[in-house]
């Protein structure tokens, strides 16, 4: 094709006279390709889409293009002439070629951009001013030009080398507008830099993340997130850069505060990825209206305001309305739209108080609001990722808003317009990482404004990276590192470039979720500041959290697309799309009351809709699993999809996984064998980071155990929807649905329930029912611990008391309870309360006002209310077990008491006020309680103690929130040990849980965005986050941990208001410690009147509220003195104490608003810190007594790190050679000492023998003046001996560190050979002092007799060879080449290689840096101990040369890292070590000298800062003894001594004291797959028959369990032997906590029961005769066609007969009370199986067994009885049985089969209320417990009359809509069609459990029979 063109630019081409500029585009790149001789070939799939990236040849600048070929050009096919112009990024095919010297080129792509991008429009330009240029004759050079126009100029400040240390600064507590995002931000980023071999370091307290967990970070700093916590962190651990854009607006901050401050200049940090200019050109909206006027960008009218008459001035020229934002704030903190003048004012007041600077924006309301995420490296290349648009228009915040990614609305010039503007800005502010930009876009019109820029990391990149699964945070700190973009692979592809447009074939929408409620008085209006806490749901003109809900009420009354479209300003686009679902919704409704079923096409439409099984069920009025199952019928299942966001055209191999029905085909294979995870879906108050944290190590630990893991998970904020965390992750909801769905599809070994916290425990036993495997502890464990009812009657069983409690359905019985036990009582309302679910009535008058305020308190609408027990200490206890044993505990205290909910209290682990006694008595309830319910994985309980009792308020069978902290804070990771546990790993018991340092996790509020919310705690959690700090005491941890909540330490003034009598009383202690402290007192009058009379200097304060209404007219208004509020606003007060009148838990409901709560609702506003208990009050002033202020970093107690530290003290090297004077070629001070520090030595002893040798004053002071100018650590001198010093070294003795005596040949002036010289120093060098000799061979012998001549200790040096080690064996003394040596030192001596190679070597060799290495690798190879290393070069030394301790000066080693020990030392000058090369274990990471960092990480960070140390004389030493063993020492170098082989009895194991006392992981090897399950179709391992001890073993007995006295009823005996029997059944193990008093009863093994049944039956005869025979005993069965009954035996005579062989008989006869009469002449138990239409006791046993069994009572329910209740023996029994309980029933029935007169009189007389209706729809509103029976066609003379009754009554999935959802179906079986199989699903259909718990029954009745035999 094309021959004749391609001929035709062949000729003109390679005509030389050709010089007119050619472009060539797409075809015209292969015509003039061929033309100038090079080939094509057809490509596999073609390039195709607007997202491909092209690379520039000679730049490597990427640029996104639009392209459409299925033909490339073979670039080795090009002429030499010609040149590679652009490559394509990803399959590296050609885009692009030019001529090397003429005007020739061409590009494959599509530069014109038509529905693409604009990125190289540019080229364009090159060639029109090519053009130009040959017009004009200047001969262009096109290659040229192209380069320069394409090349970037700026990144000339990029790092030269990477970071070696990198900080990364955490956003600290989630709160309101910060919420997880950043935990999922930072976690990348740390696992980005992890990858480039950086060290990591992390400050961030929120303790509940995942990135704090071990092994993410090399340390993590549990510490405030400010200036001054940043400042000491750095000064430690001197990073070479930190990361500010991972933390929210916190980070942000800092990290621009310390830039001013010059913290990190000073340090050498440097800041990587976008710079602090750049971030202060977005912060500063005055700067960036500038910038943008620079790029001809406009931004909404605004203006930049720093006092209230500024603000004002600038709304008054803006126009109203306005928007008012802080500046350098957070979700639009202290922000909201005014109207007026007054509106501003009071926004601009309280904006103040969040920020310095005010913005005053013009309105743009009903403008929408699009959002792009884009990515910059350092070289300017540029992309967008994800842009997203809000449903609702401009007004709403952002993260209050539904989002949808990608736009909908936009068309492709607006989406590309607004594209190439991102771009533009983005480079121009040099932004270098990830950033957001938000744009307000006219609908009306193409304009729009840029609102704002953040250049970090925000929600919207959480939402748009889990969108698009670009790993946005990830690549974001690969760019800091100075990383090109195009560098990267996509995570995708895993094999094209990260330099592409993810293009989207699905659509992600993020919804809010609002936890309003759970605060009093808020306002429930959303608008530019941020509430939402997690994601979910919106009001029409004035948006409300219920919008949305509006919304589909207002579409479904009738309101048109456009009326909506004019009261919300949301696109018609989407209120079509809602209105859609609306009308389905209708349309469905039709299918109501009709008999046919939902056809397919309608189902499948539906689901397409997003209609979940629930929501159709609710429109056709059937239920979600009959849905279910019609939709499996239909075969409408869902299919599995990849994210794909590269349009198909790589294949997409991301695990992110998501539902569709708008498809046919799966993307994926299934596989069995992985490990289903459910996480902690939206994150709201009281459910949040703290579960995500719990998932991710459980899907990592499952990892480590082989397993491959499913995550299922739906929010974008969390860590688990990363993209490599697990092997599959399903972004959906977290439901039965869509678990089931995924279940099936994926067949999984087992779900992994109680890790993701309470929402996925609610589907608990609805997974159960439907056969799935759940792992770990057994749902129906669970719901014992959940359902209130069963875990009471636990309690009581098991002898553990709990609070008095109570469910009541009536206000007068309400009273009556909370008289009886007396208030305060705690009141938990089944429905929502003022806002308030639960609340503290104080009295009768709180009680009403409580129920009164609710519509109705009635049997639908419960109330419970328990005992609330005041001033008792709460105790959490999170625990481990393995079928029922207890492997670890942890306890923590709160400080507040009990009434404030566990989420709002402070917490403190270990324990600090709680004896070992109570400790022990807590770990018993806890095992009795463990074992009671068969946990098997994690458990939480929750108690209170007072007056020396424990009680217990609840027990949660899974994780808890405070799972993170007791696990970082006690280094024992317990959610990893019950992973283990739930897949069958053996794992050692720990008992309880220990630490030496004490952890305290406080709160973090958000109440300054919830306008009008009061600041009390209750019962009902408010708090949004969390921080946890350490300390060595709870007072340190405490006032860190306050300050990481954004606390801040009052300076001067307090103001104390404090309600009652009592708390002031309780407070005077504190009050007169703040006064002792300095501090100016304000109070409330009431309040300054108390302390005032207690001699305590207050100052009264009136209150501001009544002034102006009590006030003159103005003529007459005396001077106003300043109230509470004036201060307040003034920032006068640094604290608020404020103590309400009404103690924890209560919280006023009246609108009344006291002075109280406006005092603390005015310290929120404006800031200033408050405390409002008492508990805290007093902690906090203690802590500030004992502390004094903020606690300074301490490494060891603030540091956890991911690997093995060591910290030692600060080692000593008593013989160094620095060559300084007279050799500094060789070593001098300065890296002599460096040397020694990277050694982790901080205090050398120094040779004498330098030139000239230190020998007297002159050269001593020569000497001393260079140490103290050049030594990096710490240094001690020695004197060196010549034959004519002796005399005068007496005066210089007190600057020395001893004397040093060279006795042989030393290479020096100083060698003494003169045996008499040696006598004249011993005599004369002073006795106290040391005296060290360099002595070899026969010499030492000889000193030695000197030495003891003079009775002198002496310190032979350079004993290391073995010959000269025998000479000292006879002698009981240490030896350096012995177990007992006493020094270890490095023998330094810095000569050059050449003198070592030499013939007459001297000793000695450059040892400092590698002697610690050396040493480690001994102790990790079991030569040597830590111990011993501290010994030899640390007590040992300071000892024997009496050199006084180091203040504050300490080592920190890494005993685990392993390195090779390079060719040349770092430091030293001798250039060489005869290590070179060895593999080595262990190394020096810090090194601390007098408080200060001196070494870090191979670096030395001080200059000159060693001391000078002399000796101290405090022991007197002993005379010389020649058998003492310290009357020698020698020392040794490791550099070469001989391999020491010590017994291995004689090396002890002594653990190290780690940096941070946490425990080390531990993970053992892999035993086989066999893990736990509760399959409910598994069969207990074994047999049945086993011998009874067997189900009495036990390993933890409870507590005082309590006997069962021999005259108790039967019927309690057999409840408790069923439940026996049931828990036996439900754990799968024969380990069941017995009384020992039924020990007697259960003998029925081998006994023999007989089971004469002479009606047919199914479960009650296959019932008992499982029952016995599990129970051990044998079966004779009677049957009445072979029996004599035949021959005319009467009854009586055939049971006799059967006695004679049975110990027990079952009877079953069709006469009413023949069993009573057989029985009378039985001698053997006879047992009423039925009898005919009287009794059937057996079964109303199992009856209420299974009532209670399903819903935890029986008292309090109404039973309604339906079907044949004359000739139901069942209900005959049940209803009679039931008079025993508090319960009301209902009877539907024909007419004809009405229960018994005679029965219905005996109900009555007992009081029990009764109640005949006609119809089931009638009686079901109410109903509890639907008791359903056949009509007995054999209980009829007539046929007809028969047929006349059958088929009156049937249950429906229709009928069942109308009833409660915890109601529950029974049915004694066998059923007709009185019950639809349809119902069967339902998980409210109880009978065939309820025929199952028939063995169980019989088992008891059994043995409660037998055992009396």
Not at 706 to 724: A, H, L
Request: aromatic fraction near 8%.
């Amino acid at each position: 094709l094309c021959q004749a063109t391609i001929e035709n630019v062949r000729n003109l081409i390679s005509d030389e006279h050709f010089a007119r500029p050619i472009f060539g585009i797409c075809l015209g790149h292969q015509i003039i390709s061929l033309a100038a001789g090079a080939t094509t070939y057809k490509m596999k799939y073609g390039n195709r889409g607007h997202n491909q990236p092209c690379l520039h040849v000679g730049t490597d600048r990427c640029f996104i293009t639009a392209q459409n070929h299925s033909y490339a050009v073979e670039p080795a096919s090009l002429p030499d002439d010609w040149e590679i112009l652009f490559t394509n990024a990803n399959d590296c095919s050609n885009e692009g070629i030019v001529h090397s010297s003429r005007p020739f080129f061409s590009v494959q792509f599509h530069p014109e951009h038509k529905a693409g991008p604009a990125d190289l429009e540019s080229l364009f330009d090159v060639f029109l001013a090519t053009v130009q240029d040959w017009k004009s004759g200047r001969g262009p050079k096109i290659k040229q030009c192209i380069h320069e126009h394409i090349s970037y100029k700026g990144c000339s400040d990029l790092l030269p080398l990477p970071p070696r240390k990198v900080l990364i600064l955490g956003s600290g507590g989630l709160s309101i507008g910060q919420a997880g995002e950043f935990d999922y931000s930072g976690s990348q980023a740390i696992k980005a830099l992890k990858e480039e071999n950086i060290q990591t370091l992390l400050i961030n307290p929120n303790i509940a993340t995942v990135q704090t967990s071990k092994g993410l970070a090399d340390k993590v700093y549990f510490l405030p997130i400010t200036p001054e916590y940043v400042t000491q962190v750095i000064q430690s651990e001197r990073p070479d850069g930190v990361l500010l854009t991972f933390g929210g607006q916190t980070a942000l901050n800092c990290g621009v505060e310390l830039t001013k401050q010059g913290v990190l200049q000073r340090y050498g940090t440097r800041v990587l990825g976008t710079p602090v200019a750049s971030i202060e050109m977005t912060e500063d909206r005055k700067v960036f209206v500038e910038k943008m006027a620079e790029i001809g960008e406009h931004v909404a009218p605004s203006e930049a305001a720093m006092s209230l008459a500024q603000a004002i001035a600038a709304a008054h020229r803006i126009g109203y309305p306005v928007l008012v934002r802080s500046a350098f704030a957070l979700g639009g903190l202290g922000s909201g739209f005014a109207t007026n003048a007054e509106e501003l004012s009071s926004l601009v007041t309280q904006s103040f108080t969040h920020s310095s600077q005010v913005l005053i924006d013009k309105s743009l309301k009903g403008w929408k609001e699009i959002e792009y995420e884009v990515v910059r490296d350092a070289y300017n290349n540029c992309i967008t990722v994800c842009n997203m648009e809000n449903v609702d228009p401009l007004g709403i915040h952002t993260g209050e808003s539904i989002v949808v990614a990608p736009s909908q609305t936009l068309n492709d010039h607006e989406y590309h317009l607004l594209r190439s503007t991102a771009i533009k800005v983005v480079r121009h502010l040099g932004v270098v990482g990830e950033c957001n930009i938000q744009y307000a876009l006219n609908p009306e019109s193409e304009q729009y404004f840029i609102v704002e820029v953040n250049a970090r990391l925000s929600r919207s990149s959480a939402l748009a990276s889990k969108a698009t699964g670009y790993p946005l945070a990830y690549v974001a700190a690969k760019l800091a590192l100075g990383i090109p973009l195009p560098v990267l692979r996509n995570s995708v592809t895993n094999s094209t470039t990260a330099n592409f447009e993810p293009s989207l074939d699905y659509c992600v929408v993020k919804v809010p979720r609002w936890d309003l409620s759970k605060f009093l008085r808020v306002s429930t209006k959303i608008g530019s500041s941020m509430k939402s806490v997690g994601k979910f749901c919106q009001e029409l003109q004035t948006p409300t959290d219920k919008r949305i809900f509006v919304l589909a009420a207002a579409i479904h009354a009738g309101y048109s697309v456009e009326r909506l479209y004019t009261l919300t300003r949301i696109d018609r686009w989407f209120l079509y799309k809602m209105a859609t679902i609306v009308k389905h919704n209708r349309a469905l409704t039709a299918y109501r009351d009709t008999e046919m079923s939902l056809p397919r096409p309608v189902l499948l439409y539906s689901k397409q809709l997003g209609f979940s099984d629930r929501q159709i069920a609710l429109a056709i009025q059937s239920t979600e699993l009959a849905v279910r199952k019609l939709r499996q019928e239909h075969g409408v299942l869902p299919w599995v999809k990849h994210i794909d966001t590269v349009a198909a055209e790589w294949p997409a191999c991301t695990n992110y996984l998501y539902l569709t029905y708008g498809a046919s085909t799966h993307d994926l294979s299934f596989s069995p064998g992985l490990v289903m995870v459910l996480g902690s879906g939206v994150y709201c108050i009281g459910s949040s980071v703290e579960f995500d944290w719990c998932a991710v190590d459980c899907i990592q630990e499952l990892r480590k155990l082989g397993y491959q893991t499913i995550m299922v998970n739906y929010n974008p904020e969390t860590v688990s929807t990363d993209y490599d965390m697990c092997d599959r992750l399903y972004f959906d909801e977290i439901s039965f649905e869509v678990v089931m769905d995924i279940y099936e599809l994926e067949n999984p070994e087992g779900i992994i329930l109680c890790m993701g916290g309470q929402l996925p425990n609610n589907i608990a036993m609805a997974l159960h029912r439907q056969k799935c495997r759940i792992l770990g502890t057994s749902p129906e464990s669970i719901d014992g611990a959940e359902n209130r009812f069963k875990f009471s009657r636990m309690l009581d069983s098991m002898g553990i008391i709990q609070p008095q409690w109570k469910e009541l359905s009536d206000v007068q019985s309400a009273r009556e309870f909370c008289e009886k036990v007396g208030y305060p009582c705690l009141v938990r309302p089944s429905y929502v309360l003022s806002g308030a679910a639960m609340n503290v009535a104080l009295s009768y008058h709180d009680l009403d006002a409580f129920l009164s305020s609710a519509s109705a308190v009635s049997k639908e609408h419960p109330v419970v209310i328990s005992k609330f027990i005041q001033e008792a200490k709460e105790i959490d206890v999170d625990a481990v077990a393995c079928d029922g044993a207890v492997l670890a505990v942890a306890v923590s205290e709160h400080v507040e008491n009990a009434g404030v909910h566990s989420g709002d209290a402070t917490l403190v682990t270990p324990a600090q006020d709680l004896n070992e006694q109570t400790i022990d008595r807590i770990q018993a309830i806890v095992r009795a309680i463990g074992q009671q319910l068969q946990v098997t994985g994690p458990f939480n309980l929750q108690l209170i103690a007072k007056d020396n009792q424990l009680k217990v308020i609840e027990c949660n069978v899974r994780v808890s929130r405070s799972f993170p902290f007791v696990s970082k804070t006690l280094g024992l990771d317990l959610v990893a040990m019950a992973t283990q546990v739930i897949m069958g790993r053996e794992v050692e018991p720990v008992g309880l849980a220990r630490s030496s340092i004490v952890g305290v996790k406080v709160p973090q509020f958000s109440f300054a965005r919830l306008a009008g919310a009061d600041v009390m705690l209750g019962v009902e959690m408010t708090s949004t986050g969390e921080v946890a700090c350490f300390g060595e005491n709870r007072h340190e941890a405490y006032l860190k941990a306050m300050i990481s909540t954004g606390f801040r330490i009052p300076r001067k003034n307090i103001l104390l208001s404090i309600g009652s009598y009592k708390n002031k009383n309780e407070l005077l202690p504190t009050v007169q410690t703040l006064e002792r402290l300095g501090y100016n007192l304000y109070a409330s009058l009431g309040t300054a009147d108390f302390y005032t009379e207690h001699n305590v200097k207050v100052m009264a304060v009136d209150w501001p509220f009544e002034e102006a209404e009590n006030c003159g007219s103005e003529g007459n208004m005396p001077e106003r003195q300043r109230n509470i509020q004036d201060y307040l606003s003034e920032n006068h007060f640094d604290l608020v104490i404020n103590l309400p009148m009404r103690n924890a838990g209560g919280r006023r409901l009246s609108s009344f608003m006291t002075r109280g709560y406006r005092t603390r609702r005015m310290a929120v506003d404006y800031s200033v810190p408050l405390i409002t208990d008492i508990k805290c009050t007093k902690l906090f002033v203690e802590a500030l007594r004992l502390v004094g202020g903020a606690p300074h970093v301490k490494t060891h107690v603030d540091c956890m790190t991911s690997h093995r530290i060591v910290r030692l003290p600060g080692l000593v090297d008593v013989h160094v050679h620095l060559r300084e004077p007279g050799a500094t070629h060789k070593e001098d001070f300065s890296s002599g000492t460096a040397a020694a520090l990277s050694g982790g030595v901080t205090l050398v002893g120094v040779m004498p023998n330098t030139l000239p040798s230190i020998t007297d004053q002159e050269t001593l002071s020569l000497a001393l003046k260079l140490a103290k100018a050049g030594a990096r650590c710490d240094y001690a001198l020695f004197l060196g001996a010549t034959a004519k010093n002796s005399n005068i070294l007496l005066n210089l003795a007190g600057q020395a560190a001893g004397l040093k005596m060279y006795l042989n040949d030393t290479f020096t002036t100083l060698r003494i050979d003169n045996v008499a010289t040696w006598m004249e120093h011993f005599e004369r060098w002073p006795k106290q002092l040391p005296i060290a000799v360099h002595a070899e061979r026969q010499t030492v012998a000889a000193i030695l007799m000197v030495a003891q001549l003079y009775k002198r200790h002496v310190h032979i040096c350079h004993v290391a060879k073995k010959e000269e080690v025998r000479k000292f064996y006879y002698l009981d003394i240490y030896c350096s080449c012995m177990p007992r040596t006493p020094i270890a030192i490095s023998l330094t001596a810095p000569h050059t290689l050449a003198e070592k190679d030499g013939e007459n070597p001297p000793p000695g060799y450059p040892g400092l840096e590698t002697m610690l290495p050396l040493l480690l690798t001994a102790t990790n190879d079991g030569r040597l101990t830590i111990d011993d290393i501290v010994t030899r070069m640390h007590d040992n030394p300071r000892r024997i040369f009496h050199l006084p301790e180091q203040d504050n000066t300490y080592v920190e080693v890494d005993v685990d890292q392993e390195w090779i020990i390079p060719d040349k030392p770092q430091f030293s000058k001798a250039g060489w070590t005869p290590f070179a090369g060895r593999r080595v274990k262990g190394m020096v990471r810090r090194v601390v000298l007098h408080g200060e960092v001196a070494f870090i990480d191979g670096k030395v960070c001080n200059s000159s800062m060693g001391r000078k140390w002399l000796l101290t004389y405090i022991v007197e030493l002993s005379p010389f003894v020649f058998a003492s063993s310290d009357s020698f020492t020698f020392t040794f170098s490791p550099s070469f001594c001989y391999p020491v082989c010590v017994p291995t009895q004689q090396v002890s194991t002594i653990t190290p004291v780690p940096l941070s006392p946490r425990r080390k992981d531990v993970h053992s090897l892999l035993p086989p797959r066999v893990h736990r399950s509760s399959d409910p179709g598994a069969l207990i391992a074994g047999t049945y028959t086993v011998t009874f001890h067997h189900f009495f073993c036990r390993r933890h007995p409870p507590p005082n369990p309590p006997a069962l006295s021999p005259i108790q009823t039967p019927l309690v005996l057999i409840c408790h032997l069923i439940l026996t029997f049931r828990t036996r059944n439900i754990c799968l193990s024969f380990q069941i906590n017995f009384s020992p008093a039924l020990l007697p009863l259960f003998i029925p093994s081998g006994k023999v029961m007989a089971s004469m049944f002479f009606e047919v039956s199914t479960r009650t005869s296959s019932s008992f005769q499982s029952a016995m025979q599990r129970l051990g005993g044998n079966v004779v069965t009677f049957a009445e066609a072979t029996s004599s009954v035949q021959k005319g035996e009467s009854l009586q005579d055939s049971v006799q007969t059967m006695a004679c062989y049975a110990d027990v008989i079952i009877l079953r006869h069709p006469e009413p009370g023949a069993v009573e009469l057989a029985a009378k002449n039985c001698r053997r138990p006879v047992v009423n199986a039925g009898d005919g239409v009287g009794e059937h006791p057996t079964q109303a046993l199992l009856d209420i067994f299974t009532i209670r069994e399903e819903l935890g009572t029986v008292n309090g329910m109404t039973i309604t009885m339906v079907g044949d209740l004359k000739h139901g023996r069942t209900v005959h029994s049940l209803s009679c049985l039931l008079t025993l309980y508090r319960v009301n029933l209902r009877y539907v029935s024909p007419e004809s089969l009405r229960m018994p007169t005679k029965i219905v009189q005996f109900i009555a007389s007992k009081g029990i209320h009764q109640e005949e209706f006609n119809s089931i729809e009638e009686a079901l509103p109410d109903t509890d417990v639907l008791y359903v029976t056949r009509i007995q066609k054999e209980r009829f003379l007539k046929e007809q009359d028969y047929k006349k009754c059958f088929g009156q009554f049937v249950l429906t999935p229709h009928i069942m809509t109308r009833a409660k959802e915890k109601m529950v179906v029974m049915h004694p079986l066998p059923r007709l069609i009185e019950i639809s199989a349809e119902v069967d699903s339902d998980p409210r259909a109880a009978y065939f459990r309820q025929a199952e718990n028939g063995m169980f029954v019989r088992m008891a009745v059994l043995a409660a029979v037998l055992g009396k035999m």
